[in-house]
Nanobody, 123 residues
């Protein structure tokens, strides 16, 4: 089984930056595609970014393109989400998810999920 643990969330002012981490255990991260999703209070979960197992392909939601960067370090068994120019509308719980075969924006396709980390952006 794969266990995912997110970290790096917190409170930041608008325009600031955070880097989220998604730590893998139980299996090597190099075998998995990874996605980042977020859910704001009262809203549905939405896709943020995804990265293929080899890091050869990355995908971003239009709302974060140019501000967020997804990366991975398979040697450290971790995936990262660098978030710059944060805005209050980025406030949400952020989740990483993993799947052996799928990389993309459909959360239903990912088999494994972390517990989430809260990101709050103040104006």
């Amino acid at each position: 089984q794969v266990q995912l643990v997110e970290s790096g969330g917190g409170l930041v002012q608008a325009g600031g930056s955070l880097r989220l981490s998604c730590a893998f255990s139980g299996r090597t991260v190099s075998s998995y595609h990874v996605g980042w999703f977020r859910q704001a209070p009262g809203k549905e979960r939405e896709f943020v970014a995804a990265i293929s197992w080899s890091a050869g392909n990355t995908y971003y939601a239009d709302s974060v393109k140019g501000r967020f960067t997804v990366s991975r370090d398979n040697a450290k068994n971790a995936v990262y989400l660098q978030m710059n120019s944060l805005q209050p509308e980025d406030t949400a719980v952020y989740y990483c998810a993993a799947d052996r075969y799928y990389t993309g924006s459909d959360g239903r396709e990912y088999d494994y999920w972390g517990q989430g980390t809260q990101v709050t952006v103040s104006s």
